[in-house]
């Protein structure tokens, strides 16, 4: 079946600095992946959608020079947590799109930022 | 507006039982796909069923039913024989035209040994 691979799992940083993440789909393209954030005991919330070679559609509210997603190609999007603070400490997680209902999730990252 | 709703923040079952949690959903669109995830406390999304909104039978999956009442709006999740390792968050998801993909606020189901 569709595998997705996000990397890292888990990651701690300093405040201040960047984080990136990695979201790959290893046996599909994917010309569409999200990014979403979930807080702890809640839903995931959508973040971005990412097409393959344009930029990232944001949803209301996301800061986009904060939330930095690049989607270079059709099996990598990355999201990059620039100067973060422990008010983005939160759990990442990324879904790629096969077809047109094939959602396949990363496992995950867990950012920490002290 | 919400389009997927779970009115259940938390349900317990009685292992070897079965459980149902309720999901409804919102949407306008002829076309559209109901799912569930299952989520336990490592985080990570295991997807466990769908149903396409023009599928005649309900879904099954092992373990795993999903209950499709189209004219109602309603897509629940039946799991029969519980076992302790279900305990974890459930969460229902849509996904209409656009590839927007919507989900509900969650259910926290605990099996009970």
């Known amino acids: 079946g569709a595998v997705v691979s996000q990397h890292p799992s888990w990651v701690i940083c300093k405040s201040g600095t960047s984080v990136k993440i990695e979201c790959r789909s290893l046996d599909f393209q994917a010309t569409t992946m999200f990014w979403y954030r979930q807080f702890p005991k809640q839903s995931l919330m959508l973040m971005a959608t990412s097409n393959e070679g344009s930029k990232a559609t944001y949803e209301q509210g996301v800061e986009k020079d904060k939330f930095l997603i690049n989607h270079a190609s059709l099996t990598l999007s990355t999201l990059t947590v620039t100067s973060a603070h422990p008010e983005d400490s939160s759990f990442y997680i990324c879904?790629?799109?096969?077809?047109?209902?094939?959602?396949?999730f990363g496992s995950g990252t867990r950012l920490t930022v002290v | 507006a919400q389009k997927i709703t779970q009115t259940q923040p938390g349900m317990f079952v009685q292992e070897k039982e079965a459980v149902t949690l309720d999901c409804t959903y919102d949407t306008s669109d002829p076309s559209y796909g109901l799912f569930w995830y299952k989520q336990p406390s490592s985080g990570e999304m295991i997807f466990l069923i769908y149903?396409?909104?023009?599928?005649?039978q309900n879904a099954t999956e092992g373990r795993y039913s999903l209950n499709f009442q189209k004219a109602r709006k309603s897509a629940n999740l039946v799991i029969s024989a519980s076992q302790l390792g279900d305990s974890a968050m459930y969460f229902c998801?849509?996904?209409?035209?656009?590839?927007?993909?919507?989900f509900g606020t969650g259910t926290s189901l605990t099996v009970i040994p």
């Open positions: 998801a849509m996904s209409d035209t656009g590839n927007q993909f919507y």
């Open positions: 879904s790629a799109l096969q077809g047109i209902y094939g959602y396949t």
């Open positions: 149903q396409g909104s023009y599928d005649q």
